[in-house]
């Protein structure tokens, strides 16, 4: 396929360019919250929020104004520096990673003729650089469970560990099948791959499968919310956390939500491409959508497994499969 | 249904059904053919689809459970022993109670306290009755012992207030003139609530 | 001039958390700050237009080896301070200030001898994952082989050690605790 010559990219579109990200994004995780709620509730046949504005919309902004306005309690043995890095450690790697994906589409600011580009900094190992940048997101849970001098932060921090060392190869191999066919780890790559509207789910079902649940494992989502699941360790990593830092903690869960359903609809089910009348930009924010609504269809329908069960099934089952789709896609690339 | 099946204490004869759950597989393959059973047995869609169409019936089909409790209100059964209503007769609008003292003789926790007198047609009035809701036990005794049946429980269970003598005035319990039509008359001890024959299915075990 | 900003930003962070990594008497402080350090490293990476290896960095030190680092650190209390103990701190510091010596004269001596060279430039047209593929398929063909057995031997050493009493459920009762006990003294005494 022929590229098309795009504008240069300057500082100026790259800096608009993240404080959109930071805006939209840190909007979309809050009004996250109310949809989850929402679904859940309708899902159980109930309301869900109902009082602040039309239809509980505008709990939104009650709920920030309680995180806001809350006391920042620190705990009296806590390891304070750190105990306060912690959140920040999560909510920033979050946004971190979504700078080298595709978010929105480019455009140029009229007037003052400013090139908006489409990844804030497409560098050509995008996908494990997000891969990474999540995986650094452990340290949030991690250290803020070791911080708070609490039995519970430690049992919290240690599951974060745990969970960890669980999807973290399923997350990687489960990939490399489709980054074998594309030949790049550059999300543009993936995304000119399947222009021709096959989807790379239909070359990777394995694939795609084992990285939607070592993605479920990576945003702490429920069949594997082993890190904060109140009804065996209170909140896990995130009991002595109050007010602010908590709803940093929250934020970057969500923000992780939605880099899982972009890399999904990137990698997986045709990017960002046009799809019979729908243009790209609409396929993609529907992808997305669909993404974050199974997670939160998912977290109705399904109860959540043990620690040990969770590493049962990555190491025993999920990493021999995603082992044996690696070398049947190479023995099929190599033949075909 | 006799009464015998009821006396029938043996677990093991009555009509229980046992599940075939299978045996904890013992060996590397069977735990092996397990896994790969469970995996291609599609019922964790099972578990999706049910919540979908749950949320399906939920907002297209008008099967939301909830109350907005302050704004919507469930009926209440006629037999629930709220906070007190004294009715009206229905025709001249005057109160029903003839002042006989009964209900203030019956209270056990003696909260009743009530004053009468001849006015000028030498028909007895009440000229004062006071409930002290801080030690009425709601018992119902009152209700029970009216001859007239004047002083009734109402469906009036939200009894939070500031002070306890907000409901406690003869007056307050009185229906107003005004609503007159819409008093309702106390349907009897036993008496079923009004939406009964919604509230009947099948309890969870018989499915 | 953003380059030269950024090298020294990631230079003067990298030296202060490593600093704090080896000063600092408290598990949670070092450990923390050594993970950041690790992050500012991958930095000099990026920089250098090695984006894989940055990545790679990232990956497995920051993400895989920091995290069994923090497992371990799970059995202490992280919110206490350690006491060292010194039996001989001039002989300490004499030994270290040496191999610190030693370090940055065999490091610095290349360069003051203007001796390093690139072997591996950037190629145009070939991407990171690429040449850094090729490099070890070709030249570095056997050490890369041998650290992959290398990690294979230390695996399995692993699983012995950690599986003794694997062939045993805990969670299932067939076997009474007594029973259970009785055959892993066995096992020992074996």
């Given at each position: 396929?022929?590229?098309?010559i795009?504008?240069?990219?300057?500082a100026?579109?790259?800096?608009?360019?993240?404080?959109?990200?930071?805006?939209?994004?840190?909007?979309?995780?809050?009004?996250?919250?109310?949809?989850?709620?929402?679904?859940?509730?309708?899902?159980?046949?109930?309301?869900?929020?109902?009082?602040?504005?039309?239809?509980?919309?505008?709990?939104?902004?009650?709920?920030?104004?309680?995180?806001?306005?809350?006391?920042?309690?620190?705990?009296?043995?806590?390891?304070?520096?750190?105990?306060?890095?912690?959140?920040?450690?999560?909510?920033?790697?979050?946004?971190?990673a979504?700078?080298?994906v595709?978010?929105?589409?480019?455009?140029?600011?009229?007037?003052?003729?400013?090139?908006?580009p489409?990844?804030?900094?497409?560098?050509?190992?995008?996908?494990?650089?997000?891969?990474?940048?999540?995986?650094?997101?452990?340290?949030?849970?991690?250290?803020?469970?070791m911080?708070?001098?609490?039995?519970?932060?430690?049992?919290?921090?240690?599951?974060?560990?745990?969970?960890?060392?669980?999807?973290e190869?399923?997350?990687?191999?489960?990939?490399?099948?489709?980054?074998?066919?594309?030949?790049?780890?550059?999300?543009?790559?993936?995304?000119?791959?399947q222009?021709?509207?096959?989807w790379?789910?239909?070359?990777?079902?394995?694939?795609?499968?084992?990285?939607?649940?070592?993605?479920?494992?990576?945003?702490?989502?429920?069949?594997?919310?082993?890190?904060?699941?109140?009804?065996?360790?209170?909140?896990?990593?995130?009991?002595?956390?109050?007010?602010?830092?908590?709803?940093?903690?929250?934020?970057?869960?969500y923000?992780?939500?939605?880099?899982i359903?972009?890399?999904?609809a990137?990698?997986?089910l045709?990017?960002?491409n046009?799809?019979?009348?729908?243009?790209?930009?609409?396929?993609?924010?529907?992808?997305?959508?669909?993404?974050?609504?199974?997670?939160?269809?998912?977290r109705?329908?399904?109860?959540?497994v043990?620690?040990?069960?969770?590493?049962?099934?990555?190491?025993?089952?999920?990493?021999?499969?995603?082992?044996?789709?690696?070398?049947?896609?190479?023995?099929?690339?190599?033949?075909? | 249904?006799?009464?015998?099946?009821?006396k029938?204490?043996n677990?093991?004869?009555?009509?229980?059904?046992?599940?075939?759950?299978?045996?904890?597989?013992?060996?590397?393959?069977?735990?092996?053919?397990?896994?790969?059973?469970?995996?291609?047995?599609?019922e964790?869609?099972?578990?999706?689809?049910?919540t979908?169409?749950?949320?399906?019936?939920?907002?297209?089909?008008?099967?939301?459970?909830?109350?907005?409790?302050?704004?919507?209100?469930?009926?209440?059964?006629?037999?629930?022993?709220?906070?007190?209503?004294m009715?009206?007769?229905?025709?001249?609008?005057?109160?029903?109670?003839?002042?006989?003292?009964?209900?203030?003789?019956?209270?056990?926790?003696?909260?009743?306290?009530?004053?009468?007198?001849?006015d000028?047609?030498?028909?007895?009035?009440v000229?004062?009755?006071?409930?002290?809701?801080?030690?009425?036990?709601?018992?119902?005794?009152c209700?029970?012992?009216?001859?007239?049946?004047?002083?009734?429980?109402?469906?009036?269970?939200?009894?939070?207030?500031?002070?306890r003598?907000?409901?406690?005035?003869?007056?307050?319990?009185?229906?107003?003139?005004?609503?007159?039509?819409?008093?309702?008359?106390?349907?009897?001890?036993?008496?079923?609530?009004?939406?009964?024959?919604e509230?009947?299915?099948?309890?969870?075990?018989?499915? | 001039?953003?380059?030269?900003?950024?090298?020294?930003?990631?230079?003067?962070?990298?030296?202060i958390?490593?600093?704090?990594?080896?000063?600092?008497?408290?598990?949670?402080?070092?450990?923390?700050a050594?993970?950041?350090?690790?992050?500012?490293?991958?930095g000099?990476?990026?920089?250098?237009?090695?984006?894989?290896?940055?990545?790679?960095?990232l990956?497995?030190?920051?993400?895989?080896?920091?995290?069994?680092?923090?497992?371990?650190?799970?059995?202490?209390?992280?919110t206490?301070?350690?006491?060292?103990?010194?039996?001989?701190?001039?002989?300490?510091?004499?030994?270290?200030?040496?191999?610190?010596?030693?370090?940055?004269?065999?490091?610095?001596?290349?360069?003051i001898?203007?001796?390093?060279?690139?072997?591996?430039?950037?190629?145009?047209?070939?991407?990171?994952?690429?040449?850094?593929?090729?490099?070890?398929f070709?030249?570095?063909?056997?050490?890369?082989?041998?650290?992959a057995?290398?990690?294979?031997v230390?695996?399995?050493?692993?699983?012995?050690?950690?599986?003794?009493?694997?062939?045993?459920?805990?969670?299932?009762?067939?076997?009474?605790?007594?029973e259970l006990?009785?055959?892993?003294?066995?096992?020992?005494?074996?």
């Amino acid at each position: 396929m022929e590229a098309t010559i795009l504008p240069e990219v300057t500082a100026a579109g790259v800096i608009i360019k993240a404080v959109l990200i930071l805006a939209v994004i840190s909007a979309i995780a809050g009004f996250g919250t109310f949809i989850e709620r929402k679904i859940l509730a309708f899902m159980q046949r109930r309301l869900g929020p109902m009082h602040v504005g039309p239809h509980g919309l505008l709990q939104l902004a009650a709920d920030g104004i309680k995180l806001f306005t809350k006391e920042d309690i620190i705990p009296q043995h806590a390891n304070k520096v750190v105990f306060a890095v912690a959140p920040a450690i999560t909510a920033a790697t979050a946004f971190i990673a979504l700078a080298a994906v595709p978010v929105f589409p480019d455009f140029t600011i009229p007037f003052v003729d400013i090139y908006v580009p489409s990844i804030a900094s497409d560098i050509n190992v995008g996908i494990l650089f997000v891969l990474g940048m999540m995986a650094a997101g452990l340290y949030g849970p991690l250290l803020a469970g070791m911080a708070q001098a609490n039995k519970w932060g430690i049992i919290g921090s240690a599951r974060t560990a745990i969970q960890f060392l669980s999807y973290e190869v399923i997350t990687g191999l489960s990939i490399l099948a489709p980054i074998m066919m594309v030949g790049s780890l550059s999300f543009v790559d993936f995304n000119n791959y399947q222009t021709d509207g096959l989807w790379m789910v239909v070359y990777q079902p394995v694939a795609f499968v084992l990285f939607i649940i070592a993605g479920f494992a990576e945003t702490n989502r429920t069949p594997f919310d082993l890190l904060e699941h109140e009804a065996e360790v209170i909140s896990g990593y995130a009991t002595e956390y109050s007010g602010m830092r908590w709803g940093m903690f929250f934020i970057g869960e969500y923000a992780n939500m939605i880099t899982i359903g972009v890399i999904a609809a990137v990698v997986f089910l045709g990017g960002y491409n046009d799809f019979w009348i729908f243009p790209g930009w609409l396929m993609i924010i529907a992808k997305i959508a669909f993404s974050f609504f199974f997670m939160l269809w998912v977290r109705a329908a399904w109860p959540h497994v043990r620690p040990d069960q969770l590493m049962w099934l990555c190491w025993k089952v999920l990493m021999p499969l995603a082992v044996i789709n690696v070398i049947i896609t190479g023995i099929v690339m190599m033949l075909v | 249904m006799s009464l015998e099946q009821f006396k029938n204490r043996n677990v093991g004869t009555q009509n229980y059904k046992k599940l075939d759950l299978e045996h904890s597989p013992t060996c590397g393959w069977c735990q092996f053919k397990q896994v790969v059973s469970r995996t291609f047995k599609p019922e964790l869609f099972v578990g999706l689809w049910v919540t979908l169409r749950e949320m399906g019936n939920a907002l297209f089909r008008g099967k939301m459970h909830t109350t907005q409790y302050p704004f919507e209100k469930l009926p209440i059964s006629p037999r629930y022993r709220a906070i007190h209503d004294m009715l009206r007769l229905l025709e001249s609008g005057h109160y029903r109670c003839i002042g006989c003292g009964l209900c203030e003789k019956i209270c056990i926790s003696n909260c009743i306290s009530m004053d009468t007198r001849y006015d000028e047609n030498q028909r007895k009035e009440v000229s004062e009755y006071t409930i002290n809701f801080g030690r009425c036990i709601f018992c119902g005794y009152c209700a029970e012992v009216c001859p007239e049946l004047a002083i009734v429980h109402g469906p009036r269970y939200e009894t939070a207030s500031e002070q306890r003598a907000s409901f406690s005035l003869f007056e307050d319990m009185l229906t107003p003139i005004d609503k007159l039509n819409l008093q309702q008359e106390y349907d009897g001890f036993g008496a079923i609530s009004s939406n009964a024959d919604e509230n009947i299915k099948k309890t969870p075990l018989a499915y | 001039m953003y380059e030269v900003i950024a090298f020294y930003i990631f230079a003067i962070s990298t030296t202060i958390l490593f600093l704090i990594t080896v000063m600092s008497k408290n598990v949670l402080y070092a450990m923390t700050a050594l993970a950041a350090g690790m992050v500012m490293i991958s930095g000099f990476f990026f920089l250098l237009g090695a984006d894989f290896l940055g990545v790679v960095q990232l990956i497995v030190y920051v993400g895989a080896v920091m995290a069994l680092y923090a497992f371990a650190m799970m059995f202490f209390d992280a919110t206490k301070d350690i006491k060292e103990k010194h039996q001989n701190p001039a002989l300490v510091f004499l030994l270290g200030g040496l191999m610190a010596l030693v370090f940055v004269v065999m490091f610095s001596a290349p360069i003051i001898g203007e001796n390093v060279q690139a072997l591996y430039p950037i190629v145009d047209g070939v991407g990171n994952a690429q040449a850094v593929g090729m490099v070890l398929f070709t030249k570095y063909l056997v050490p890369f082989e041998v650290a992959a057995v290398m990690l294979l031997v230390a695996m399995i050493a692993g699983i012995i050690l950690a599986g003794k009493k694997m062939d045993y459920s805990l969670t299932e009762c067939e076997v009474s605790d007594q029973e259970l006990e009785d055959e892993i003294l066995k096992g020992e005494a074996k």
